[in-house]
């Protein structure tokens, strides 16, 4: 396997990917791609826990990246910076599409935590807002899905927890508030989260996905009924405290690659 780094034009942001070569037995020559887009509440990047998300899916067949962006200590209010982030890293995997032996209509973003923020927010806005901010042609910057776990979806649904935060977010909550954003143009989304998250509220994501069935996208939804924030695997290898070692939450993988493999034919 192939470990690449590659930092993004006009940004601090950088993209790690761990790239398959090629079986020459195999019939099929070019692989999907997922792009990890870690949490950290926009003030840091668990890489340690990016590059564990990253090498899962890896393990099933995906040239799988983690995406460092835009944070807190860089920008303020940080705006949709990580969000224009995650257009170029788009873009980036479909210029490289040959050289990384990517299927450039099978790129999926997965968000988590305030990653989810992120990957909402590009669902809602990859053809306008990113598309007109970077000059690039919408067709490079279209997922063929997005995947979120665990989401903020809004400043204003119970994460950040005061208006200072906020400030340094954004001067326009609206502007970051997903669920008021979905159009025709948003992509299948897979949603997972625990229904008792003490940072984030469930209530993130049930917003989100009310605003997906109003607009007809499809989407799936798993709450899981106990968890704490933060769970990534939700095994032993990602558990940053016993509770967050969570066997039936770990399910959501296995649910999310059988839904992502679904969502190809």
Known sequence: ???????????????????H??????HQTTLPAIIIVPGGSYTHIPTAQAESLAMAFAGHGYQAFYLEYTLLGDQQPLELAPVLDLGRAMALLRAHAD?????PDQITPAGFSVGGHIVALYNDYWRTKVAT???IESAMLKPKSVILGYPVISPKLGFPKDDATIATWTATPDVLAAEQHVTADNQPTFIWVTADDPIVPAANALAYTTALATAEIPYE??????GPHGLALANAQTAWKPDADQPHVAHWLTLALEWLADNRR
């Open 133 to 135: 901010a970077l000059d």
């Open 21 to 26: 070569q090629p079986d020459a037995n195999a």
């Open 1 to 19: 396997m192939q470990v690449i780094t590659q930092k993004l034009t006009a940004s601090s942001a950088q993209l790690t990917g761990y790239l």
């Open 221 to 226: 939804l798993h709450v899981f009924k106990h």
């Open 99 to 103: 050289e990384w032996h990517i299927d």
